[in-house]
């Protein structure tokens, strides 16, 4: 609960920055702009932080699902990825959290100051 109550906040704030921003002149297009670009961080930290942590989760549990199936699997099954997947992978982190924020972006982009300022 308290973990959605952050969140909603932190929503709250990130309008009524983008309010205050438009006050101050921003253009649509930057506002739009500026709502994508602050996503770039967060999907770069999501990728960075999940791709190590997937593959560590990988390796611990297929060997304990082979120990448990008592049979050995086979390297082609525990080295399911490749160094390159794996940057795919990490940078794909970015191109979501990026499709994630074009709504939200045109949204703040057309929203009046005012309205903003209230939400």
Known sequence: ????????????????????LKSLGMTPRQV????????????LAAGL????AGTALHSTVMPAMGDAAQSGLPTSVLDAFRPAELVALAA?????????????AGWAARTSVAAALRA
């Open 1 to 20: 609960m308290t973990g959605l109550i952050a969140l909603l906040a932190t929503a709250l704030c990130a309008v009524t920055a983008l309010g205050v």
């Open 32 to 43: 739009r702009t500026m709502v994508v670009v602050s996503t770039v961080l967060v999907g």
């Open 49 to 52: 932080l999940a791709v190590p």
């Open 92 to 104: 794909s982190g970015v191109v979501l959290a990026v499709l994630g924020a074009l709504l939200p």
